[in-house]
Structures are given as C-alpha cells and as structure tokens.
C-alpha cells in the first residue's frame, strides 16, 4: 500500500505545508515532520495554557525514495550521526568532540539524494541520551534501550519538494491543552525515570564511544 495517513500537531491549521521551511537546526533538518501515531501528534501539538491543532495528511509514497533509519540496514549510530549533524550540541569535552568526528567518519548518511525519512524523534530528553552517549556516560546499549523509552514512535520527515506534492491534506482536529499538556508530561516524566534506572551503574562489558575511538587507532 502506498497511500499512508500522517498527522502533524501544530499550534495553528497547516492546511498548505510549504517546501524547505522549518528550523534548519531539527532532527533532520529543514523540512515537515509528522507522526502515524494521532495521539502522539495531539501531544506535540499543545503547551501549557495553550491548545492545538493535529493536521492530518495523505501521503502517497510510490516514486518517493525513502530512508529508513530504524530499517536493518542502519544502526543506532547512523541515526544518531544524522541527528547530530542537524542539532546543535555545543560539545566542549574533547571525548566528545572526538566522538562526534569519529561517527561523522564512519556512520554519515547524507539525506541529499531523499525524499522523506524516517527515524526516531529526537525531543529535548532525548537528545539528552544522545549527548550522555557521545560524552561517553552511557553505552551502546544503554542508548539504545533509552530510544524506546516514552514511545515516541518514528517520525516522517518529508524532505522534497517532490514530496510535498503528493502530500495532502485532509482536515485538521482540535486538540485540548489540559488533557494533552499533561500526558505529554507524563510520558516525558516517565520516559526520564526508566532512563535513570537504564544508566544507574556503568555496564563494565558495554561498549563506549571511547572505545570506539580506542580501537579505530
């Protein structure tokens, strides 16, 4: 099946979602970001005191070229090479800076040649992990036992322009900040509860990015 339903939560209906607008500094980059999972999108789409809209959308993915980041193809370095090539980390520690050029060498992806990708979401809590890992403060799988932490699902990030015109829009639903604010606080509360009892005490047998970075040279 090619035709896949998305929802965007937004403060505002986004009935014409426009080509390489948004932040360059997202997971992926400048592009739109959406959700198959509704409840998710009403979570994103609310802040405290304020309600919002989850836009729903029709894509038809046949023609579009596609990558799959959480596909066996890729490992969880790949996905978080291409997240921090697009955030910013402000890296000062020299583990750090190592690792970042040490993953940029061996597990770069570029997106030029894409028209949508799909990945995990990357929220402030956890592009934490991420910055615990590339600190070296967690292992490997430490990580990634954290990704799956507050089921946050995988992201489509429609990238072309090529992808955009066979994105549309369907309607828009309101969404009640009272009863979402809070569950998106839950499962951030959650989220971030079990991520502390993951990386309470060091794995001896983990693998670092230090590691990494030894047995390279």
């Known amino acids: 099946m090619n035709k896949i339903t998305l929802y965007h939560g937004s403060d505002k209906i986004v009935s014409e979602p426009k080509f390489n607008l948004g932040k360059v500094y997202n ?11 509704i409840e998710l999108a009403k979570e994103w789409a609310v802040d405290e005191g304020r309600d919002g809209f ?3 959308y ?16 890729y490992s969880i ?6 997240l ?3 955030r910013v980390l402000n890296a000062k520690a020299p583990v750090a800076i190592e690792g970042m050029e040490y993953l940029k060498r061996h597990y770069h992806i570029s ?3 894409y028209d949508v990708v799909l ?7 956890y592009f934490s992990f991420a910055r615990a890992f590339i600190s070296n403060s967690i292992s490997i799988a430490q990580l990634e036992k954290a990704m799956y932490l507050g089921d946050l699902g995988t992201q489509y990030f429609i990238k072309s322009k090529k992808a955009f015109s066979k994105l549309d829009f369907i309607e828009a639903l309101p969404v009640d900040n009272i009863e979402y604010y809070s569950k998106k606080n839950q499962r951030d509360t959650k989220a971030r509860a079990n991520y502390e009892k993951i990386t309470g ?5 983990g693998v670092y990015i230090l590691d990494l970075i030894r047995e390279e040279k």
């Open 27 to 37: 997971d992926y980059g400048k592009g739109f970001y959406c959700t198959r999972h």
């Open 54 to 56: 989850v836009n729903v």
């Open 58 to 73: 029709e894509l038809d993915l046949k023609g579009l070229k596609v990558l799959d980041l959480n596909s066996e193809d």
């Open 77 to 82: 370095l790949h996905w978080l090479t291409v």
């Open 84 to 86: 921090l090539e697009h």
């Open 111 to 113: 997106l030029d040649d």
């Open 119 to 125: 990945g995990y979401r990357a929220d402030d809590s």
């Open 201 to 205: 005490t060091m794995e001896k047998d």
